[in-house]
C-alpha cells in the first residue's frame, strides 16, 4: 500500500484550522498513524489507530477516517504547531510499514 | 523516561559494510518489537527492519532485504543492524525506534550513515 499526502506543504495563520490528508492506495489500510517533526528532532508520535492521541497531544489535533482517505485536523493552529507531519500505514500480510511524503505546515 | 541512543555511523564506500547499533534503556527491553527507521532529505522516511522481543519475528523493507541483517541483545538491552554492500542510496540519518503495535512511538536521536567514494 502507498500513501499519498496532501498538500505537500502549506502556509497558515495562528488561529487557522488547518487538515492534512493521507490516502491508502490498494485498500483500506491496516493501520495508521501521524507524526509530527520539528527541525533536527526525531519524528513524535501524535494519532494512532487513525484517531487515537498520544497523552502528549493537545485536544486541538483529532485525526479521523473515512473510507480510504485519514485526515490530520489542527483546529486552531499554534506557534509550535509548525512543523512536518507524516503519516504511517502497516499492513501485517505481507509485512510492511510505509510512510507518506509529509507536510510541511509553516507560517 | 525511554531512551534510545544509536552508534556506529559513519562514511564509508559503495559496497562496504557498517554496523550500527542501539542501546535502549528506561522501559523493560524484553517486552518490545523494535525497528530501524531512515530518513533522507529526497525521500523522506522509510521503514528498514524489524524485530519481534522473543527474536523470533524479523521483517524487512525489499530496498534492504538480503543485504542488511537486524539483531538484538536482549541482556544487553541492544538492538544492531549490520548493513553490507553498502549504496550511495543507503545514505540516511537512521534512527531506532521502539514499538507500540505496528507504529513507532519512541525514537532515538538517529545516528547518520554516508556512502560514498
Known amino acids: 500500500i502507498q500513501l499519498t499526502q496532501s498538500p505537500s506543504s502549506l502556509s497558515a495563520s495562528v488561529g487557522d484550522r488547518v487538515t492534512i490528508t493521507c490516502r491508502a492506495s490498494?485498500?483500506?489500510?491496516?493501520?495508521l498513524a501521524w507524526y509530527q517533526q520539528k527541525p533536527g528532532k526525531p519524528p513524535k508520535l501524535m494519532i494512532y489507530?487513525?484517531?487515537s492521541l498520544e497523552s502528549w497531544v493537545p485536544s486541538r489535533f483529532s485525526g479521523r477516517r473515512s473510507g480510504t482517505d485519514f485526515t490530520l485536523t489542527i483546529t486552531s493552529l499554534q506557534p509550535e504547531d509548525f512543523a512536518t507531519y507524516y503519516c504511517?500505514?502497516?499492513?501485517?500480510?505481507?509485512?510492511?510499514?510505509?510512510f507518506g511524503g509529509g507536510t510541511r505546515v509553516e507560517i | 523516561e525511554v531512551q534510545l541512543v544509536e552508534s556506529g555511523g559513519g562514511l564509508v564506500k559503495p559496497g562496504g559494510s557498517l554496523r550500527l547499533s542501539c542501546a535502549a534503556s528506561?522501559?523493560?527491553?524484553?517486552?518490545?518489537?523494535m525497528n530501524w527507521v531512515r530518513q533522507t532529505p529526497g525521500k523522506g522516511l522509510e521503514w528498514v527492519a524489524s524485530?519481534?522481543?522473543?527474536?523470533?519475528?524479523?521483517y524487512y523493507a525489499d530496498s534492504v532485504k538480503g543485504r542488511f541483517t537486524i539483531s538484538r541483545d536482549n541482556a544487553k538491552n541492544s538492538i544492531y543492524l549490520q548493513m553490507n554492500s553498502l549504496r550511495a542510496e543507503d545514505t540516511a540519518l537512521y534512527y531506532c525506534?521502539?514499538?507500540?503495535?505496528?507504529?513507532?512511538?519512541?525514537w532515538g536521536l538517529g545516528t547518520l550513515v554516508t556512502v560514498s567514494s
Open positions: 489507530d487513525g484517531s
Open positions: 490498494q485498500g483500506i489500510a491496516s493501520g
Open positions: 525506534a521502539r514499538d507500540l503495535g505496528w507504529y513507532f512511538q519512541h
Open positions: 504511517q500505514q502497516f499492513d501485517s500480510f505481507p509485512h510492511w510499514l510505509s
Open positions: 524485530i519481534s522481543s522473543s527474536r523470533d519475528s524479523i
Open positions: 528506561g522501559f523493560t527491553f524484553t517486552s518490545y518489537n
